[in-house]
C-alpha cells in the first residue's frame, strides 16, 4: 500500500491570504478607534465574526458583514454612513487582491505531480476560490478542484469515497493543523504541514495531533517534494512489513 | 438512447427562495424611504447588485452588502448605523428562513427517481446551499449535489463530464430558463421547465429558447414525472428512428 492521492489546502498553502485579512482588520480597527477608545475592538471583532461563522460560512464576504454588525455594536451606533461603505470597500479589497503564490509551491505542486495525481481542496466562499483558482495560473496543476463549506473528518471521509481512495493512500499539505492535518491523520491519512508566519486565531484552535510520526512539517515550499516522498515511503513499509500482510 | 440522468435546479424548484428575497428588497426600501422620496431606489439597488455578481457572486451574503452600499449611496451617506444594522438584519433573515418545500416536489423527486439516477445542480452560495439541503430532508434523494457559482454552457459541459454522460443522455428540471434549460437545450440536452409565480430580474434574461421540441412545460410539481417520462420517450425514438442510426 502506498500513497496514491495528494491533497493540497490552497489559502496560505498555494497562495497569500491571512496577510490580506489581518491588514483589513487593522483598517477596521482604525476606523473605529476614531469612535472610542478601545483596546479590545479586535476582539469584539472576532467574537462577533465567530458567533457569525454558523450562519455565514468562511469567507471574505461573511467577514465583511461581521465587521459592520462590529462597528455599529462596537460604536453603539454612532458609526456615520461614510466609514460602514469604508468597511464594505475593505471586503471589497480582500475580494480583488491579486493572487500572490507563496514562493517555490508552483514548482513543489509540478514536483509532486510527476509522481501523485494531485487534488485541491479548500474552504470557503465558492465564487472566490474559484477566481483565485483561475487567477492563479495553477488550475491545470489539479486534476480536481473541491471547494467544501468545512474541512473535518466527515467532509474528508466523503471526498475518499468521491476520489476512491482509502484514507492511508491519502496525504494533505497545508497550513492549517486544524483544517488540514488533525482530520486527515485522525481518518488514518498523512500530513505535511507548512506554517504560515501569520495564522488566523479560528485555525489555531486544532487540539492535539494524532498521530505525529504520520506528519512531517517543512518550512518552505521547496521542501514538500521530499516530505511527500518520504511519508510514502513509510507508507509503502508499514504495508509491507510482515505483520501489515 | 435515451435520458440517463436528471438534474433538479434547488431554490423556486424545489423550495421557495425569491419570495424571502421580494420581502427583503421591500423592507430595504421602506428603510431608505425614511430618508429620501423615490421612486426607483428598487432599481438603483437592483444596478448595484447586478454591478457587484462580477465580485460577490450568488446569495444572500453579496445581496445584503449591495443593499448595505445602495442605502449609502441612495441617502447620501445619511443613512444611520441602526438602519444599517437592520440591513445586516434582513441578510441573516434571508440565511436563516425555514426551508419550505414546494407543493408536491418531494413525491415527484421520489417517482422520478424511481426510473432514473437524479442530482442536485444548484448555484449561489456554499455554505448557504448545504444547509438548506440539509434542512429539506432531501439530500437522500440525490446521488449527488453540485453546487457551482454559474449555470451557464460551459458549466453543465464539465458537469456532463463528471457525471460521465452525454449531454443528450441529459435533463434538467427548473425554474429558470436562463439558468436550468437554456444552456442544458444548447448542448443538446433536455429540460423540463417549471415557472414559479416570481422571478429574480436577472432570471429573467433567457434569451431564446434554442430547441423548444426538447423541452415541456409544467405549472406544477405532480406534473414533473410525467413530462420526464414523454421527454425519455423522445429521446428513445429520436435515437432508434433509421435517419437516425
Redesign the interface.
Known amino acids: 500500500m502506498s500513497i496514491r492521492l495528494v491533497g493540497f489546502d490552497a489559502d496560505d498553502t498555494l497562495w497569500r491570504s491571512e496577510d490580506y485579512y489581518r491588514d483589513a482588520q487593522a483598517q477596521f480597527e482604525r476606523i473605529v478607534a476614531g469612535y472610542v477608545d478601545l483596546d479590545d475592538a479586535g476582539d469584539r471583532m472576532h467574537a462577533i465574526e465567530k458567533r457569525n461563522l454558523a450562519?455565514?460560512?468562511?469567507g471574505a464576504?461573511?467577514m465583511?458583514?461581521s465587521m459592520?454588525?462590529a462597528?455599529?455594536a462596537i460604536?453603539e451606533?454612532?458609526?456615520?454612513?461614510?466609514d460602514?461603505?469604508s468597511i464594505?470597500d475593505l471586503?471589497?479589497g480582500l475580494?480583488?487582491h491579486p493572487v500572490e503564490l507563496i514562493p517555490g509551491i508552483r514548482e513543489a505542486v509540478a514536483d509532486i505531480a510527476t509522481d501523485f495525481p494531485v487534488v485541491l481542496v479548500t474552504k470557503g466562499?465558492?465564487?472566490?476560490q474559484?477566481a483565485k483558482v483561475r487567477e492563479s495560473g495553477l488550475a491545470d496543476a489539479f486534476g480536481r478542484i473541491e471547494?467544501?463549506?468545512e474541512k473535518d473528518a466527515a467532509t474528508y471521509a466523503r471526498l475518499f469515497r468521491e476520489f476512491a481512495v482509502e484514507p492511508r493512500e491519502f496525504l494533505m499539505v497545508g497550513n492549517s493543523l486544524r483544517s488540514d492535518i488533525v482530520p486527515v491523520l485522525a481518518l488514518g491519512g498523512w500530513g505535511v504541514h507548512m506554517p504560515y508566519h501569520v495564522t488566523w486565531a479560528h485555525e489555531r484552535e486544532a487540539g492535539g495531533v494524532p498521530d505525529p510520526s504520520r506528519m512531517r512539517e517543512v518550512a518552505h515550499a521547496c521542501e514538500l517534494p521530499h516530505a511527500v516522498r518520504e511519508l510514502h515511503a513509510s507508507a509503502q513499509s508499514a504495508f509491507t512489513s510482515p505483520n501489515a500482510r
Not at 55 to 58: D, I, K, V
Not at 77 to 82: D, L, M, P, V
Not at 125 to 128: I, K, N, T, V
Open positions: 450562519l455565514f460560512g468562511y464576504k461573511g465583511t458583514l459592520l454588525e462597528a455599529v460604536t451606533a454612532r458609526i456615520s454612513a461614510a460602514m461603505h464594505i471586503g471589497k475580494l480583488r466562499d465558492l465564487f472566490h474559484e471547494i467544501v463549506s
